[in-house]
């Protein structure tokens, strides 16, 4: 065998023993501050939207006093929405100045159906009188707990979303009060955090 060739299998050697296992470190302590990064992420923004849920229906009951109530249209139909002794049915002003103000979208559920919402469908219409997703209405209705989602889609789009019951005095549930986030901000703020634990697991690696 020639000297060149014992050189070139020895440092094939050294490459398969040295840098593939530093690669492989590389790559899982990467992908372990990732996950980390995204868990810590969610947590937060499970955080804000349980605060954010609140302070939507504290600054409604600031303005609008008394308990939320509903009854049926004319027509049998369409839902009046009533707080204290006012009607607010289209009232959706207070949602959008918040929805804005906040980075968050609103709905106001009664049952599992949406009667005030900040949210629009792909022809600029709002989605009044569309329906929550099933475990939506299992989990927040029917158990009577609030709820936070990692991933519900509306209208092709991905949220982080919160629901709280809406509770009558005697017990009832009789909606729910949902604020959603898109998803896709907080994906992108991971994989932008990714760069700084590479670049320490390279240095790691090879210093």
């Keep these: 065998m020639s000297k060149s060739k014992m050189k070139n299998d020895l440092r094939s050697q050294l490459i398969r023993v040295t840098i593939f296992p530093l690669i492989i470190m ?16 969610v947590s937060q923004i499970k955080q804000e939207l349980s605060k ?12 609008y006093s008394g308990q939320f109530n509903f009854s049926k249209g004319p027509n ?30 609103i709905s106001l559920f ?3 159906t949406r009667i005030l ?27 009577g707990q609030p709820m936070f989602y990692k991933d519900v889609t509306v209208y092709g789009e991905h949220y982080f979303a919160y629901y709280k019951p809406m509770i009558a ?14 998803a896709q901000a907080i994906i992108t703020k991971a ?11 390279v240095i790691m690696a090879f210093c």
């Design 26 to 41: 590389v790559l899982a302590i990467s992908l372990i501050g990732v996950s980390t990064i995204y868990s810590s992420l």
């Design 52 to 63: 954010d849920t609140d302070l939507v229906i504290m600054l409604y009951d600031e303005v």
């Design 76 to 105: 049998g139909k369409d839902i009046i929405i009533y707080k204290g002794s006012r009607v607010i049915s289209g009232e959706d002003s207070m949602f959008e100045n918040l929805a804005e103000m906040l980075d968050i979208q």
């Design 110 to 112: 009664y049952q599992d």
């Design 117 to 143: 919402t900040t949210l629009y469908n792909e022809e600029g219409q709002k989605v009044v009188g569309t329906k929550a997703a099933a475990v939506v209405a299992s989990d927040v209705l029917e158990k």
């Design 169 to 182: 005095d005697d017990g009832t549930v009789y909606g729910m009060i949902g604020v959603c986030r898109p």
């Design 191 to 201: 994989c932008k955090s990714i760069w700084p634990v590479l670049l320490a697991s």
